[in-house]
C-alpha cells in the first residue's frame, strides 16, 4: 500500500522541494535555469512512475505525451491566437488523449513489447512533426508565451519567479498524484503490478484499470510539456526523440520507481550531473549511460530504495528488545 505520508518520503519530499525553493529564491541565472529544466523533468519521471513503478509498465515513450503537450500549447498559442489560460487546460487533455490511445492500442502488450511499442509511436511522432512544415519543421514553433498572471500580481517573464512557480507546481503534482496512489485506484494498480493474474481473477477490471493509468500519466507528462514550452519559449521536435525518453526513464531508475518522490530525486541528480560532466566533456550522455547501468546493478530500486532498507534496518537494529534493552546485531542485551 502506497502512503503518501511515510516518514522517510515525506522527509525527503521536504528536503528536495524546500531546496529547490531556496535554490529559487537566491540562486543566479543559471541555477534557476537548471531548477526550471528539473521541476519539468521531475512532473515527467513522475508521469513514467504512475506507469512504471505502480502498474509494471515500462515505457520508452514518454516524450511523445511531454512532447504532445508542448506542442499543442505552442499550437495554440502561437498558431492559434489562443491566450496561454486557455491552451495550457487543453495542452493537457491533449496529451491525456494521447496516453489513452497509446493505453487502448499496447493494453495486450506486456514487459519488452510494451516498451517497445510506446518507443515505436513516440519516433513516429518525431517524424511527424519533424516533418511538418506547419508545425515549424526541423525549426519548431518560437515565441511561445508564458502565462500572464499579473492580475494575481505574479510576473512568469522574470526567470526568478517562474523557477518557484516550476518547483511549487512540481510539489502539486507530487502531492495530488501521492493522494491519487493512496486511493482505491492506486491500490488497484499497485495489485495489477504484483499479481495481475489474481487481479483479473477477483473480477476486476485489468485492461480498464491499464488505460486509465496510460490516460493519466499522458495527461500528467503533457503537464511537464507546457512547462518546457513556457520555459524554453520555443518547442521543437527533440521533445518526441527517443533520447529525451530515455532521460526520463533513467532519471525515475536512478531515483527509484514505486516511490513517487524517487524520480524527484532522480531528476535533481541527472540534471546537475548532466550539467556538471557536459562542462568538460561534450560525450555527457556516455556518463548518463553508465549512471543507469550502476543504477540498475545496484538493484533496480534506485537511490530512494537503497535509503528505504537502510532505514528499516537501523530501526530493526534499535528497536526495543525483552525488557526495554534495544536490540543490536539481532540479539537482545539486557
Not at 115 to 136: E, K
Not at 251 to 259: D, F, K, R, T
Amino acid at each position: 500500500m502506497f502512503r503518501l505520508f511515510d516518514p522517510l518520503r515525506t522527509a525527503l519530499a521536504l528536503l528536495l522541494f524546500g531546496a529547490g525553493v531556496l535554490r529559487a529564491l537566491t540562486g543566479d541565472v543559471f541555477a534557476l535555469e537548471i531548477l526550471a529544466e528539473t521541476a519539468v523533468f521531475a512532473i515527467a519521471a513522475m508521469a513514467f512512475d504512475l506507469l512504471a513503478g505502480f502498474s509494471r509498465l515500462v515505457s520508452m515513450g514518454h516524450g511523445l505525451f511531454v512532447g504532445t503537450g508542448a506542442y499543442v500549447y505552442a499550437g495554440l498559442t502561437v498558431l492559434g491566437g489562443l491566450p496561454p489560460a486557455a491552451a495550457a487546460p487543453a495542452a493537457v487533455l491533449g496529451a491525456g488523449v494521447a496516453g489513452l490511445l497509446v493505453g487502448l492500442a499496447t493494453v495486450r502488450t506486456r514487459d519488452v513489447f510494451f516498451l517497445m511499442a510506446t518507443l515505436a509511436f513516440g519516433q513516429m511522432a518525431h517524424v511527424f512533426v519533424l516533418r511538418s512544415p506547419a508545425l515549424g519543421g526541423d525549426d519548431g514553433l518560437t515565441g511561445v508565451p508564458r502565462p500572464d498572471l499579473s492580475a494575481l500580481g505574479v510576473d512568469l517573464s522574470d526567470g526568478r519567479t517562474f523557477a518557484l512557480a516550476a518547483v511549487l507546481l512540481a510539489a502539486l503534482v507530487y502531492l495530488l498524484l501521492g493522494r491519487l496512489l493512496a486511493s482505491a485506484f492506486g491500490r488497484t494498480l499497485l495489485a495489477i503490478g504484483a499479481d495481475e493474474g489474481r487481479v483479473r481473477a477477483l473480477g476486476i477490471g485489468v485492461a480498464r484499470h491499464r488505460v486509465a493509468a496510460a490516460a493519466l500519466s499522458g495527461a500528467v507528462a503533457g503537464l511537464a510539456g507546457v512547462l518546457a514550452a513556457c520555459h524554453a519559449m520555443y518547442v521543437s521536435p527533440g521533445l518526441f526523440h527517443w533520447t529525451f525518453s530515455g532521460e526520463v526513464l533513467t532519471m525515475a531508475l536512478v531515483g527509484g520507481v514505486g516511490s513517487l518522490v524517487g524520480p524527484v530525486l532522480g531528476a535533481a541528480l541527472v540534471v546537475e550531473l548532466k550539467y556538471a560532466v557536459a562542462a568538460w566533456t561534450a560525450h555527457w550522455g556516455a556518463v548518463l549511460g553508465l549512471f543507469l547501468v550502476a543504477a540498475v546493478w545496484a538493484g533496480g530500486d534506485g537511490i530512494y530504495g537503497r535509503i528505504a532498507r537502510a532505514a528499516r534496518a537501523l530501526r530493526r537494529r534499535l528497536r526495543p528488545g525483552p525488557g526495554g534493552a534495544h536490540v543490536r546485531d539481532g540479539a537482545g542485551s539486557a
